[in-house]
Structure formats: C-alpha cells, structure tokens
C-alpha cells in the first residue's frame, strides 16, 4: 500500500463503520507507538532506527529502485525533522513503508522457503 494510499477514501472503510474503524486503529496505533517502548529506551520509530532502515536498503540497492519517490520523502522528513514519531498517522505510514522495504530486503532463499517449504513439506 502506497502511502497516498492510505488516506485515501478507497481504503476499505465502510461509511457505517469508519468511525469505529478509525478509533479502533488510532488506539492500536498509539498503544504501539507510546507504550510500548521501555522509558528513556527508543523505539522503532525514531530517528536512529529510521536512518539503520535507510542505510540497509540503500546498501542493497531497493532504496530508490524498489520504493516510490513519496516513501522515500516520507522517511527522509521525518529523520530530518522528528526526533521520534508520536502522530499515529505518520506511525501509519512508516510502518507501511517498513514493510515494503521488508519485503525488498528479503533474500532470494527466505523468499522461497517462505513460499514453497509448506507446499514441500506437506
């Protein structure tokens, strides 16, 4: 999911249930963002973690091969600008991205064994 994507109406959120939807993924959102992370210890979504994720995907070649111009902005404003992510929004959308570069990241042999090793195995 691109981020321009998800603000987007066509996110599957039903008008009768938006609201519910939207409170339900805010809380989960910041429950992960604000306690989850011991006092005084820094989480995944600051500025030392990011900048890790961005040197790793630039040193296997998918930082600007495998992710889109706006992930790229994303990451690079938010190292720039925020010591550490407290808006669920942006938390949103920084995990969306961590996962794309996950995905990219991933070598050829745990791609396959992730795919086919049940299929063998079975």
């Known amino acids: 999911m691109l981020v321009s994507q998800v603000f987007s109406p066509k996110c599957g959120i ?6 519910k939807r939207v409170h339900t993924i805010k809380k989960d ?3 992960r963002v604000y306690k989850t992370a011991p006092k005084g ?3 995944f ?3 030392e973690m990011l900048v890790k994720l961005k040197l790793r995907a630039m040193r ?3 930082w600007f091969h495998g992710l889109p111009r706006i992930d790229r ?3 690079d404003l938010t190292i720039k600008v925020a010591d550490c992510v407290r808006s669920p929004h ?3 959308c920084l995990l969306a991205v961590a996962g794309k570069l ?3 990241l991933e070598s050829k042999l745990g791609r396959a064994v992730r795919e086919f090793g049940l299929v063998i195995a079975s």
């Open 14 to 19: 039903n008008a009768d249930s938006s609201s």
């Open 29 to 31: 959102l910041e429950y």
């Open 41 to 43: 210890r820094s989480n």
């Open 45 to 47: 979504l600051d500025k």
């Open 60 to 62: 296997a070649g998918v």
């Open 73 to 75: 902005v994303l990451v």
């Open 90 to 92: 942006l938390a949103k």
């Open 102 to 104: 996950e995905g990219l």
